[in-house]
């Protein structure tokens, strides 16, 4: 059974730096796809970024060059490094991972930014 274990979130004011790491178990194959995703109150879960194992990355319009996605494929651990938050970054935040074509999802994370 794979597991994910997030963590980072908090609260922020607008304009600050948070980084979500989330750590995956369990996954017997190489784990292509990881991502994270939101969704802030009354709204559809949305993808926010997602990294494949070669590197490639694809951005939501909306955080592109502000969020910066990576990972450690020896750890099999995905990083959000999130930067000029704004207030409608405001979200539970989850990561999401494909094993090897399952998803499994994270706990989710409160990101809150505010004054």
């Known amino acids: 059974q794979v597991q994910l274990v997030e963590s980072g979130g908090g609260l922020v004011q607008p304009g600050g730096s948070l980084t979500l790491s989330c750590a995956a178990s369990?996954?017997?194959?190489?784990?292509?796809?990881m991502g994270w995703y939101r969704q802030a109150p009354g709204k559809e879960r949305e993808l926010v970024a997602a990294?494949?194992?070669?590197?490639?990355?694809n951005y939501a319009d909306s955080v592109k060059g502000r969020f910066t996605i990576s990972r450690d494929n020896a750890k099999d651990t995905v990083y959000l490094q999130m930067n000029s938050l704004k207030s409608e970054d405001t979200a539970v935040y989850y990561c999401?991972?494909?094993?090897?074509?399952?998803?499994?999802w994270g706990q989710g994370t409160q990101v809150t930014v505010s004054s």
């Open positions: 990294i494949r194992s070669g590197g490639v990355t």
């Open positions: 999401n991972v494909r094993c090897p074509w399952i998803n499994y």
């Open positions: 369990g996954c017997i194959f190489s784990i292509n796809y």
